[in-house]
Nanobody, 120 residues
């Protein structure tokens, strides 16, 4: 079955960087669009960034220019490089698999999430 396992979260100071990873198994990773979502306390889950099978990407306005989504199809791994982090980026970050190769949604599977906390 589909498994998505996130790693790389943690505590970082404002202005710092983190790289999240999502290791996928149970499906042909290269054929699907993938994305990162996040959910902060008392807020709804929101799309952070998505990448299609073609490699094209899109970002939420709040992270554009600071975050970079990428994929390594040979390693079945999705990444999210996060720079210039600020406290508003604090959230649980989820890896998500689309049901499509061409569109970020609808989402077919979710990872368990990894906590990112930005605080001094």
């Amino acid at each position: 079955q589909v498994q998505l396992v996130e790693s790389g979260g943690g505590l970082v100071q404002p202005g710092g960087s983190l790289r999240l990873s999502c290791t996928a198994s149970g499906f042909t990773f290269s054929r699907y669009a993938m994305s990162w979502y996040r959910q902060a306390p008392r807020k709804e889950r929101e799309l952070v960034a998505g990448i299609r099978f073609s490699g094209s990407t899109n970002y939420a306005d709040s992270v554009a220019g600071r975050f970079t989504i990428s994929r390594d199809n040979a390693k079945n791994t999705l990444y999210l490089q996060m720079n210039s982090l600020n406290p508003e980026d604090t959230a649980v970050y989820y890896c998500a698999k689309s049901t499509s190769s061409m569109t970020i949604g609808p989402i077919g599977s979710w990872g368990q999430g990894t906590q990112v906390t930005v605080s001094s």
